[in-house]
């Protein structure tokens, strides 16, 4: 069964520093992988997907990677701002037809100014 | 567009009361799934529709029933609720094939039962 983990569970920092968001999986067969960010309350929103064949997706100050072999995919998040102070949701899918995400359980981000 | 929409916001019901949530997404999409989230726990899948016509067991069914009504949408029904159906639910879509098969999701439905 396949199991996502996101470590830390919460993160502090000040403004302006870089910082990496950790998710790992047990089973490597993997059609794709999403991040995501949710705010206190609210819904999901995708920030970035990265297919199975590709090594890394960028989206402004947003990079997420992926080492399908090793089960491992970062975020890097650059220069935080208050406004990046969200939970952040690491998800996988294995097939394509229909089949649903699992998703470790956050990293919770604070970014103070 | 609107996406993915979910009705209502808030509910809150006792113990043993019924209650169907809606979902409607305006994309085209072919899957469709229905999702809880708790604390501690994630999101854990409860059922979920790959195409028109068709609905699956996810992670956490029991205690719920769906229907895939058209293509836009999909609902989920608590015939009886208990307390431990208590949660946030989200609704999501996502094209079966084609595009990058990125999934959206609604804004939730907070779920209150006493």
């Known amino acids: 069964k396949q199991e996502v983990t996101q470590i830390p569970a919460a993160l502090s920092v000040p403004e302006g520093e870089n910082l990496v968001l950790n998710c790992s999986f047990t089973d490597s067969a993997i059609y794709n992988l999403q991040w995501f960010r949710q705010d206190p309350g609210k819904g999901l929103t995708s920030l970035l997907l990265?297919?199975?064949?590709?090594r890394e997706q960028t989206s402004g100050r947003l990079n997420a990677s992926l080492d399908k072999s090793s089960g491992r995919s970062t975020l890097y998040i650059a220069a935080s701002q208050p406004g990046d102070s969200a939970t952040y949701l690491c998800?996988?899918?294995?097939?394509?037809?229909?089949?649903?995400?699992?998703f470790g359980k956050g990293t919770t981000l604070s970014v103070s100014s | 567009n609107a996406g993915v929409t979910q009705t209502p916001k808030f509910q809150v019901l006792k113990t043993g009361q019924s209650m169907t949530l809606q979902c409607a997404q305006d994309?085209?999409?072919?899957?469709m799934y229905w999702y809880r989230q708790d604390p501690g726990m994630g999101l854990r899948l409860i059922y979920y529709?790959?195409?028109?016509?068709?609905?699956d067991k996810g992670e956490v069914p029991n205690g719920y029933n769906v229907s895939r009504l058209n293509k836009r949408e999909f609902s989920l029904r608590l015939e009886s609720a208990a307390p431990s159906q208590t949660s946030v639910y989200f609704c999501?879509?996502?094209?079966?094939?084609?595009?990058?098969?990125?999934?959206?999701f609604g804004p939730g439905t907070r779920l209150t039962v006493t």
């Open positions: 994309m085209n999409h072919n899957s």
């Open positions: 990265i297919q199975s064949s590709q």
């Open positions: 999501a879509s996502r094209p079966l094939a084609g595009g990058s098969h990125e999934q959206y």
């Open positions: 998800a996988v899918r294995h097939g394509q037809a229909g089949t649903a995400l699992i």
């Open positions: 529709s790959a195409s028109e016509g068709t609905t």
